[in-house]
C-alpha cells in the first residue's frame, strides 16, 4: 500500500496490546516499527519489560528494542535523537514508521520538540536543592520571579519540580526557561502524525495484566531479576524503577510469597496504568481513542 509519507503514534497504557497491533499495522502499511517504551531499550531485561517475542521481530523490522545497558542512563533526549534519525531513514525507504510504547515523555518530544537546554552542573542542582529545603516552597517560588519573573503564568506556585528546574537553568543558562520552551521547534512537520491512543476497556486490561504478570514467571522472570540484581547498578538509574524489580527481590530474599509478589506486581501495574491514562487526557486531547480489539477501525483512519 503507497501511502503518502506519514508516520503513525500508537501509544496506550501498559498491556493493551499495542506491540501486536503494531505488527499487524505494519504489515498492511508496509511500515517499521520504532520503540517508544522507555523500560523496553534495555537488553538484560527482555521479560520483565514485555519486549516483543523473537517470533514477532522476526515478522516486522522493529527498531530501539533491548540496544542498550542497564548500566548507562537513558534519557528522552537520546531516545528523541536516535529515533528521529531511524523514522527519516524509514521514509527515505518510502515505509511507514509506526512509533508504539506507552511513554509519555517520548510521543511530546517527538511531536512538540524537546528543549535542548545544556546540562547543569551536578553541585549546582545540589545546591539549589538544599536552598529550597532550606527556605520552603513558597519562599523559593518567590525568589524563583525576583529571578526570572517569566515564568509567574507559566510555573503553578505548588509546583516544586518545575520552580527547582527553572531557578537552575536561570542560575546556569541566564535565560529564562520559557523561552527555551517557547523556541523550541520539532523535527517534522506535524502533519505527518497519524496519532492514536489506545483505550481498552477497564476489564479487558485487568485481565491483560493479571495474564501477563503469570506468564512473565512461566518465562523465568525470577532468574531474569537475579541475573539483573547480580550487576549492582547505581541506584540512581532509571532501570531500577521497573515494575517486580523490587517485588522479586523481595520474594528472593524470602519477604515475600509467589501470590504475594505476583499480586503486587498486578496492583503496581494497574496503578502505573492509570497513570498514563491520566498523562493522555492531559497530554493526548487531539488524539484519536480506538479500540485495541479494531485494528481495522485505525488503518482506514490512516488511510483516510
Known sequence: ???KPTIVLLAGPTASGKSKLAIKLSKVLNGEVVNADSMQVYKELKILT?????SDLRKIKHYLYGFISVKKNFSTGAWLNISTKIIKSILKKRKVPILVGGTGLYFKALVDGLVQI???PILLREKIRKYHKKIGQEKFYNQLLKLDPKVENFILKSDSQRSIRAYEVKKFTNKSLYNWIKNTEPTFDPNLFK???IYPSKDFLLQQINLRTNQMFKRGVKQEVKEFL???IRPDLSANKIIG???IKDHLLKKLSLAEVKNLIQIRT???AKRQFT??????????IINPNNYKEILNKVIN
Do not use: V
Open 1 to 3: 500500500m503507497d501511502l
Open 50 to 54: 514485555s519486549r516483543p517475542s523473537q
Open 118 to 120: 545544556p546540562d547543569i
Open 195 to 197: 496519532k492514536f491512543f
Open 230 to 232: 547480580k550487576l549492582k
Open 245 to 247: 524489580i523490587q517485588e
Open 270 to 272: 494497574r496503578q502505573y
Open 279 to 288: 498523562w493522555a487526557r492531559g497530554k493526548m486531547s487531539s488524539w484519536k
